[in-house]
């Protein structure tokens, strides 16, 4: 008599393991790290925004969006994904994290000196290079990302908000004329990343979907 097979009971994945609390936890200790980071920084007011208002804002979405993800995992009774550490898209997801901190505004940092390079240019590395950690990272999508969101973040936070973030590498930011003015210098350069945007879309995407 043949004995049909069992399925094994799969074991219930231990709290401390679970995603969603790791994870959570993870985005709850950024936030903190942004919130103390930020203390020395003047908020300002409501129309002019200082250059610590944007990171506290952040710190504290940050940190109600992590523990809404760290609570959901505390208090589900069960769940079957586990946290699995993957080297390739961490390794390249730090790497754009330090890319951006060290050249953005540049300066000595003990054993390595960076120069300026600003916003325009370490804003596509760092949105090419984070995507690439995607398992089916895409490089066409990529190009239309790094430039559209570069285009995006110039336009908010150097021009709108008004924060003191560097936009341009140091050589070429000294060397814009004084009639143009950096304001304007700004205004054209997120034009033009938006219109790169657009341009790589169309011929990526829309072109392909007319063809077929």
């Given amino acids: 008599m043949a004995h ?22 993870v985005m709850v200790g950024l936030a903190a790290l942004i919130w103390f980071g930020a203390l020395g920084l003047a908020i300002g007011t409501l129309p ?11 710190a504290i979405l940050l940190g109600l969006a992590g523990a ?14 586990r946290l699995e ?26 054993i390595v000196t960076t120069p300026q390079l600003g916003l325009c240019i370490v804003g596509p590395l760092t949105v090419f290079i984070a995507g ?25 936070f150097p021009d709108l908000l008004r924060l003191t973030l560097p936009s341009f590498p140091a050589l070429l930011q000294n060397a814009i004329p004084p009639a143009l003015g950096r304001d304007n210098a700004l205004r ?25």
């Fill in 4 to 25: 049909e097979p069992t399925q094994q009971q799969e074991h219930p994945v231990p709290v401390y393991a679970r995603i969603e609390v790791i994870g959570g936890a």
């Fill in 48 to 58: 002019n925004f200082g250059p610590g208002a944007l990171p506290r804002v952040l």
């Fill in 68 to 81: 809404g993800v760290l609570a959901a995992g505390l208090w589900r009774p069960d769940s079957d994904e």
């Fill in 85 to 110: 550490f993957a080297l390739r898209p961490t390794l390249l997801v730090v790497l754009a994290i330090v890319l951006f901190g060290l050249f953005i505004r540049g300066g000595n940092f003990g």
């Fill in 132 to 156: 690439c950690a995607a398992p089916q990272a895409d490089l066409r999508q990529l190009l239309v990302l790094a430039f559209g969101l570069t285009a995006a973040m110039m336009l908010v």
């Fill in 188 to 212: 054209l350069s997120y034009l033009a990343y938006a219109v790169i945007a657009a341009a790589l879309y169309f011929a990526f995407f829309r072109r392909k979907g007319r063809a077929a």
